[in-house]
């Protein structure tokens, strides 16, 4: 029988050579236990299950019960805050952070790419990351904590450091696990990274709620925070919750996936230099005409179409939307998932012939020539999700901060396309990561690049 260990190492390869021949679901050691992973055509059904459970998953296979992985402690608990927080602001109000999220892009590319014209080395996946995180920040933490060394650090370091060591325990039995996390030098890591989170953010939180309680004793109108600390304690109404577990998840869950979605953008634009001047053409002209507004954003069809074709060719995950069966359940065509096993639905048809024309080719103009088809315009978009392109999921399990995710990338791309120069490193395969279920973008990632004597013009703060 192939083992935990075998699946942690071959996944994808595995998964996508089953689901290239075969339509039916295949069931799985991987490093969790048993899972039934079905094929795309049962997507539709799968994604309307209650009986099948996210949270479950989150709790189970990120150890929410161990010190260190407090975040996943916080983010499954029943009051679910993190998704309301999620859905009441950074979707229904992504719209209202594209001119700060512009001047903080603006400033963290100065800052973390420099001004040399010669032609040099970077390793861009850490300057993608510091990038990602500089940008996203104030809304994050508010400016207060944004600017802070240490925690620039952890929220950098966490979600990586979280996810390598919560797939190395999984590989141990469940027995074990508790103490190789007490023993593991990640293990004891996380714990710090937890640790001095409270150390920052809590004296936070105490002083905002010392703040309000004065102002409303003086009939004064307390100060308006406008960041994640803030919409968390609204959310709470009261209630207890974990300020500093809330921001290890909003870090865990926009920061990882949404720098593998710049980093991977730019090294797909990269690999197709004969497109960076059409981008750049189009960035020009939609920030010329139109200023830094959501509409503008709306009109780069072709970085959309190309940030939507680098999720199609390589989805971060290569089987999507893992759930727990929380009871023993049948799907219509007679797929039997018992009470307690991994279900997951592969993301097969995002490289599927009978789906795309061409599907192992990198077209940037796929999707751009979607909108043209008022059938297909609404699925063209980066935002949007359907059957054929779940690089977000699947309404209504699809990633809720994708609204906000996809305007910081197309943000700090437009900039970083004008003010930047970049080609492959000479020698450098520019390899995927593949592990489990995951196809990321390889740490080790480096790009040449070059300043240039370009800068689009700043907005105007709101």
Not at 141 to 149: K, T
Not at 157 to 164: D, E, I, S
Not at 319 to 324: D, E, F, H, K
Request: charged share 25%.
């Amino acid at each position: 029988m192939r083992s935990r260990r075998d699946f942690d190492t071959h996944g994808p390869d595995w998964i996508q050579a089953w689901f290239s021949k075969n339509d039916e679901p295949i069931r799985f050691v991987v490093d969790s236990g048993y899972c039934s992973i079905l094929p795309s055509s049962m997507a539709d059904e799968f994604r309307k299950m209650k009986e099948l459970c996210m949270y479950k998953f989150l709790a189970t296979d990120f150890h929410s019960h161990l010190h260190g992985f407090d975040g996943f402690k916080e983010v499954t608990r029943d009051a679910h805050l993190a998704t309301k927080v999620v859905l009441g602001q950074f979707q229904t109000q992504a719209n209202k952070y594209v001119v700060p999220l512009s001047l903080k892009a603006k400033s963290a590319i100065s800052d973390v790419m420099g001004d040399n014209k010669e032609w040099h080395t970077t390793h861009f996946y850490n300057q993608g990351l510091d990038l990602i995180v500089r940008t996203v920040e104030f809304i994050m933490v508010g400016e207060e904590l944004s600017s802070n060394p240490e925690w620039l650090d952890i929220s950098k370091k966490h979600a990586l450091t979280m996810a390598v060591h919560a797939r190395q325990l999984r590989l141990w039995s469940k027995l074990l696990r508790p103490f190789v996390h007490y023993l593991s030098p990640l293990g004891k890591n996380l714990r710090d990274q937890v640790d001095k989170t409270r150390s920052l953010v809590e004296p936070i939180v105490q002083k905002r709620r010392a703040e309000r309680a004065a102002c409303l004793a003086k009939g004064v109108k307390p100060p308006v925070y406008v960041d994640s600390i803030q919409w968390f304690e609204e959310a709470a109404n009261g209630d207890w919750y974990d300020a500093a577990g809330a921001q290890l998840a909003m870090h865990f869950a926009g920061i990882y996936a949404t720098s593998d979605l710049l980093i991977g953008s730019l090294v797909d634009i990269c690999r197709h230099p004969e497109i960076i001047e059409p981008l750049r053409q189009e960035i020009r002209t939609c920030i010329a005409e139109g200023g830094w507004t959501p509409a503008s954003l709306f009109k780069m069809k072709l970085l959309d179409s190309c940030m939507k074709e680098t999720q199609r060719i390589k989805p971060v995950e290569c089987a999507t939307m893992r759930s727990y069966a929380l009871r023993d359940v049948t799907f219509s065509n007679g797929t039997f998932i018992p009470k307690g096993e991994l279900v997951a639905v592969a993301a097969d048809r995002m490289n599927n012939p009978d789906v795309w024309e061409e599907p192992e080719k990198f077209d940037p103009y796929r999707f751009m020539r979607m909108r043209q088809d008022p059938e297909k315009a609404a699925s063209a978009l980066l935002e949007n999700t359907s059957a054929d392109h779940v690089g977000f999921g699947w309404n209504p399990r699809a990633c809720p901060g994708r609204f906000f995710a996809s305007k910081e990338v197309k943000i700090l791309l437009a900039h970083l396309l004008i003010q930047y120069d970049f080609k492959p490193v000479p020698g450098d395969n520019l390899e995927l990561f593949r592990h489990s279920f995951s196809v990321r973008i390889h740490p080790n990632t480096r790009l040449m690049v070059r300043r240039r004597d370009e800068e689009l013009p700043l907005p105007v703060s709101q």
